[in-house]
């Protein structure tokens, strides 16, 4: 709440992205500015300093994640065959470019559609043209979008309303 017409509310906008890291720390700034140990000055750079900070894992490390994930849900979830989990990697790393390319590009609300249509699209004529009768193509693609179903939102979004975070509860 403003006490006075000096006083003045910041918005830090950040890339598109999961960095539970930066989620912990953020809330736990939350706190520790709710219960009146940080002023709003030394909250305000602490937040840049959250915001500003290189991610945990190098961006390498988060691509390979995009594969390992695709690969793992198409073998696990979608009774793909390994030919099948080879496709869902290789998309799922598809996927893992165009989201890293999101955050330095304004997707607005259209990164799943874009990622959706390009994995579908190439998944498509791969399975119907190059391997006939090889490759599954619902197991492929949708081992290859599942980092971008909405279960790990709604599961965290559940996970932080138990918690009481004031983030992103």
Same mark, same amino acid.
């Given at each position: 709440?403003a006490t006075?017409?000096?006083d003045s @509310? $910041?918005?830090?906008t ?7 890291? +930066?989620?912990?720390?953020v809330?736990? =700034? ?5 219960a009146?140990?940080?002023? &709003?000055d030394?909250?305000? +750079?602490r !937040?840049? *300093?959250?915001? #500003?900070? *290189?991610? !945990?894992?190098?961006?390498?490390v988060?691509? /390979? /994640?995009y594969? &390992?994930?695709?690969t793992?849900?198409s073998? =696990?979830?979608?009774g793909? /065959?390994w030919?099948d989990a =080879?496709?869902a990697?290789?998309g799922?790393?598809i &996927? %893992?470019c165009i989201?890293? =390319?999101?955050g330095r ?6 990164l799943?559609?874009?990622?959706a249509?390009?994995? /579908?699209?190439? #998944? +498509? @004529? !791969?399975?119907t043209?190059?391997?006939?009768? *090889?490759l599954?193509f619902?197991?492929?693609t949708l081992?290859?979008l &599942?980092?971008l179903?909405?279960?790990l939102?709604? $599961?965290?979004?559940? !996970?932080?309303?138990?918690a009481?975070?004031?983030?992103? %509860?």
């Amino acid at each position: 709440y403003a006490t006075s017409a000096a006083d003045s @509310v $910041t918005m830090h906008t950040v890339s598109a992205g999961l960095d539970v890291s +930066r989620l912990d720390d953020v809330d736990m =700034l939350a706190k520790a500015a709710a219960a009146g140990e940080l002023d &709003v000055d030394a909250a305000d +750079r602490r !937040l840049v *300093e959250i915001v #500003n900070r *290189e991610p !945990l894992y190098p961006v390498w490390v988060q691509q /390979a /994640a995009y594969g &390992v994930c695709g690969t793992s849900c198409s073998l =696990l979830f979608y009774g793909g /065959a390994w030919a099948d989990a =080879l496709l869902a990697g290789m998309g799922g790393l598809i &996927v %893992g470019c165009i989201c890293w =390319l999101a955050g330095r590009v304004d997707f607005g609300q259209s990164l799943e559609f874009v990622c959706a249509f390009v994995i /579908a699209a190439l #998944n +498509r @004529v !791969l399975v119907t043209s190059v391997y006939p009768n *090889e490759l599954c193509f619902f197991g492929s693609t949708l081992g290859a979008l &599942v980092w971008l179903f909405p279960g790990l939102s709604i $599961t965290n979004a559940v !996970l932080e309303i138990a918690a009481s975070s004031p983030i992103a %509860g």
